[in-house]
C-alpha cells in the first residue's frame, strides 16, 4: 500500500486545491491511500529558537509526513507567491530528519498560477524534496468552478488525476 499525505496551501473552506486533493483520495487507484493533513492554519509561526524542542503539533506534523511514501500538494497563489501559512509549513520541515528526499507531486489549480508553482518548486527543492514531474498536474478549476462531485466526475479532469497518481506511485 502506497501512503500519500494530502496537504492543501489553502486555509479557505471552500477551496479548489483542497477540492482537488480530496477528489485525489476519491479516485485513487486501489493500492493507493490519500489522507488529508488538515492542521495548517493552526501550526505556530516558525521559530529557530523552537526547533531543539518544536511543539507537539509540528512533531505531528513531522510524523505524518514521515510515516508518507510521498507529499501531494495544492498550494494556491497569492501576490504571486506561496501563502505564508503555507511557507510557514514547510519551514516547520526544514529541521525533518526524514524529509531529504521525500517524494512530492505538485497539483496546481490553476495555469496563471505559474509564479507560486515556481517559488515553490525552489524551496522544496531548497529543502530537498525529490519532486515527481510525471505526477505533477494542472487542471483549470479557477474559471470552472467546480465542486468536489463535478471535479471527481469529469472524464478529462478524473483520468489526469489518476494518471497522476499511478505515475507518481511507480516513481515512488
Same mark, same amino acid.
Given at each position: 500500500m502506497t501512503r500519500l499525505l494530502a496537504i492543501s496551501g489553502s486555509l479557505r473552506e471552500a477551496s479548489s486545491n483542497t477540492s482537488l486533493l480530496e477528489a485525489a483520495a476519491r479516485l485513487a487507484p486501489a493500492g493507493i491511500?490519500?489522507?488529508?493533513?488538515h492542521d495548517l492554519g493552526a501550526l505556530p509561526h516558525f521559530n529557530?529558537?523552537?526547533e531543539l524542542k518544536p511543539p507537539a503539533i509540528v512533531l505531528a506534523l513531522r510524523a505524518r509526513v514521515d510515516a508518507s511514501d510521498g507529499l501531494l500538494i495544492s498550494c494556491p497563489e497569492y501576490a504571486r507567491g506561496i501563502p505564508g501559512s503555507f511557507k510557514n509549513l514547510l519551514d516547520w520541515l526544514v529541521g525533518s530528519p526524514n524529509f531529504q528526499g521525500k517524494p512530492v507531486?505538485?497539483?496546481n489549480t490553476s495555469p496563471r498560477a505559474s509564479e507560486a508553482q515556481k517559488s515553490l518548486r525552489l524551496v522544496l527543492e531548497t529543502i530537498a524534496a525529490r519532486i515527481v514531474g510525471e505526477a505533477c498536474l494542472t487542471v !483549470? %478549476?479557477?474559471?470552472?468552478?467546480? !465542486? %468536489?462531485?463535478?471535479?471527481a466526475g469529469d472524464k478529462m479532469i478524473s483520468t489526469a488525476i489518476q494518471s497522476a497518481l499511478m505515475a507518481f506511485e511507480s516513481a515512488i
Open positions: 491511500a490519500i489522507e488529508r493533513y529557530p529558537d523552537m507531486a505538485l497539483f !483549470d %478549476l479557477m474559471t470552472r468552478k467546480l !465542486d %468536489l462531485d463535478e471535479i
